[in-house]
């Protein structure tokens, strides 16, 4: 049962108003939990920056010489 089903009353616009602002919340937590799982993945696959960009390039053009 949500939070939404235990409210007495006929709704209106002050419960509408608080549902939405519910699951927007709930909208944004999600997003930034996605995006940090996505950050920390990066991390673990060690996908460059510009550190590692600059070593490969480094390392690709003395492998040329």
Same mark, same amino acid.
């Given at each position: ?10 709704g ?13 919340? @709930?909208? #944004?937590?999600? *997003?930034?939990?996605?995006?940090? =799982?996505?950050? +920390?993945?990066?991390? !673990?696959? @060690?996908? #460059?920056?510009? *550190?590692?960009?600059?070593?490969? =390039?480094?390392? +690709?053009?003395?492998? !040329?010489s």
């Open positions: 049962m949500t939070e939404r089903d235990r409210r007495p009353g006929s209106g616009t002050e419960d509408n108003v608080r549902d939405e602002l519910d699951e927007a919340a @709930g909208e #944004g937590r999600r *997003k930034r939990d996605a995006e940090r =799982e996505t950050v +920390e993945e990066e991390g !673990r696959t @060690g996908s #460059g920056g510009v *550190k590692d960009n600059v070593r490969d =390039e480094w390392d +690709e053009s003395q492998e !040329r």
